[in-house]
Nanobody
Framework: QVQLVESGGGLVQAGGSLRLSCAAS????????MGWYRQAPGKQRELVAT???????NYADSAKGRFTISRDNGKNTVYLQMSSLKPEDTAVYYC???????????????WGQGTQVTVSS
């Protein structure tokens, strides 16, 4: 089994910064892409940013220029540095890891439990 544990959420004023972390542990053969998603009240979960094992990143338009995703492959950890935060960034942020299945070219997706980010105006 694989567990993802997020940390770093909280309450911040508009214009402020937060850094989220997500550490994967357990029976991990390897991890392909890792990413951050968010879900605001009454809305669907949406992509924030993803990063491959080799460091190729992809961002939602709302995150470009303000958020930076990074990862430490040796620690199976992904980070999200968020700056210039806006009230509309308020949401529960979830990390996701595509964990490779042993002796297979396929992966299983695992999700963290979520961490609340609240940006006050």
């Amino acid at each position: 089994q694989v567990q993802l544990v997020e940390s770093g959420g909280g309450l911040v004023q508009a214009g402020g910064s937060l850094r989220l972390s997500c550490a994967a542990s357990g029976n991990i053969f390897g991890i392909n892409a890792m990413g951050w998603y968010r879900q605001a009240p009454g809305k669907q979960r949406e992509l924030v940013a993803t990063i491959t094992t080799g460091g190729i990143t992809n961002y939602a338009d709302s995150a470009k220029g303000r958020f930076t995703i990074s990862r430490d492959n040796g620690k199976n950890t992904v980070y999200l540095q968020m700056s210039s935060l806006k009230p509309e960034d308020t949401a529960v942020y979830y990390c996701k890891a595509d964990v490779r299945r042993p002796f297979s070219g396929t992966t299983n997706p695992y999700w963290g439990q979520g961490t609340q980010v609240t940006v006050s105006s």
